[in-house]
């Protein structure tokens, strides 16, 4: 008996030797393993032999199909381990080290303008400031003497959030904790404060295209003594040529925010139709695009600074509207679109 159960293990070990899939495995399994399979048929002779034989057979038996699973198991495994080793060789070579084969990414026009507006104010001496895009009504309003139901509010409308807090609706927000975390340079020190805050501003506003519900501006404040709007001119036409690299026309107009006394209009002229009028600049040759003015007493006061000793300027530049300007987007909305088709024709030109 132990010779047909040995036999029966070498046979099953020359198969498996010639066996290279898994169908052909699983066909041999079936054929020693199945319910009608070479080991369990040998089971069908046992009904001749003695008990004493049964038993012994019967282990024996036991034990192939024990030993078959397992060679069988075994197979199956080296059949896989060869087919990874296979699908690996077939890769094409993969150098960590090579640079990505992927087309560049592009700045956003507005990021480029903001940084050749902040690489200009830096070499003037001016700080270049973060702020917060979620701020308090104090911030936004309050500290700028714009007091609750205060009509210049409603050309300001913004998104609120259920604790009172808002998206800020004007870099001015910043305004206030910037004058309180330099006062005291300028009170001991005689340090003037001189800062830029670009940053993202939101109005609920119906979008054309010269306006988006979401843009960006860049404020900037002086303050020091004997601050005039002499100082005030210079840094305005410093960065408008340095921008552009050209002559640009501009003109100043008056113009009635509650934080400046006087407050300017400092429009420049439409450069998308050369001042002949067109959508981008509402027909009227001319655009909007950096109001400023004389910082007004009562802010000043709300940051810590004395306005009977000091005085100061501030501006709140339209980065998105100088970035259309700069690159001709004749309609503002492009700017937020996400299209890379026409973004990625920006490059940084530095
Ligand atoms: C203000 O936001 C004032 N905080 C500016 C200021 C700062 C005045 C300091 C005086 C002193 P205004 O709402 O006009 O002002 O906006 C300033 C500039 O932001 C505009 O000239 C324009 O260029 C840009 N701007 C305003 N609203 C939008 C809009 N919806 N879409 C795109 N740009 C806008």
Same mark, same amino acid.
């Not at 501003?201 to 020091?224: I, K, L, P, W, Y």
């Not at 509402?282 to 004395?306: F, Q, R, T, Y």
């Given at each position: ?17 010639s066996?290279?899939? +898994?169908?052909?495995?699983d066909?041999v399994? @079936?054929?020693?393993? &199945?319910k009608?399979?070479?080991i ?12 004493e ?14 030993? +078959?699973?397992?060679?069988?198991a075994?197979?199956g ?10 699908? =690996?060789n077939?890769?094409?070579?993969? %150098? @960590? ?23 200009i ?15 308090? %009504? ?16 409603? $050309? ?20 206030? +904790? ?10 001991? %020190?005689? @340090?003037?404060?001189?800062? =830029? ?14 306006h ?5 501006? $860049?404020?900037g404040? $002086?303050?020091d003594?004997? =601050? ?9 036409k410093? $960065? ?7 002559? !640009? ?14 407050g ?10 050369g &001042?002949?009028g ?7 040759g001319?655009l ?13 006061? +709300? ?14 530049? &339209? ?12 309609d !503002?909305?492009?700017?937020?679109s ?9 490059? %940084?030109?530095?």
């Amino acid at each position: 008996m132990a010779e047909q159960t040995m036999k029966l293990k070498q046979e099953l070990t020359e198969k498996l030797k010639s066996v290279s899939d +898994a169908i052909q495995l699983d066909q041999v399994r @079936v054929e020693y393993l &199945g319910k009608n399979g070479l080991i369990t048929g040998l089971l069908k002779g046992m009904k001749d032999l003695s008990i004493e034989e049964k038993k012994t057979f019967g282990q024996e038996v036991n034990e192939l199909k024990n030993e +078959a699973a397992e060679m069988i198991a075994n197979k199956g495994e080296e059949l896989k381990n060869a087919e990874i080793l296979k699908e =690996i060789n077939s890769m094409p070579e993969f %150098d @960590v080290s090579s640079p990505a084969k992927l087309d560049r990414g592009s700045y956003h026009p507005i990021t480029l303008v903001q940084r050749q507006c902040e690489k200009i104010f830096k070499s003037m001496g001016f700080t270049v400031e973060d702020y917060s895009e979620v701020v308090s %009504d104090y911030e936004c309003f309050e500290s700028l003497n714009i007091p609750k139901h205060h009509p210049a509010r409603d $050309m300001q409308d913004t998104y609120y959030l259920e604790n009172g807090q808002l998206l800020k609706s004007q870099t001015s927000a910043a305004q206030n +904790a910037i004058y309180k975390k330099y006062k005291d340079a300028l009170i001991n %020190d005689g @340090v003037p404060i001189k800062a =830029i805050f670009p940053g993202r501003c939101f109005r609920n506003e119906a979008t054309d295209a010269c306006h988006e519900n979401t843009f960006f501006q $860049m404020e900037g404040v $002086m303050v020091d003594k004997n =601050i005039s709007i002499s100082n005030l001119i210079f840094f305005m036409k410093t $960065m408008l040529s340095e921008v552009f690299q050209k002559d !640009i026309k501009v003109r100043l107009r008056p113009g009635f925010f509650p934080f400046v006394e006087p407050g300017f209009e400092l429009d420049i002229s439409c450069l998308i139709c050369g &001042g002949d009028g067109c959508p981008s600049c509402k027909h009227s040759g001319w655009l909007e695009l950096c109001p400023c003015g004389m910082i007004h007493p009562e802010v000043l006061k +709300a940051g810590g600074i004395d306005p009977e000793e000091y005085t100061g300027f501030a501006f709140g530049l &339209g980065l998105t509207r100088l970035a259309m300007m700069k690159y001709g987007v004749k309609d !503002i909305r492009d700017l937020n679109s996400g299209s890379l088709r026409s973004l990625s024709q920006f490059t %940084d030109d530095e």
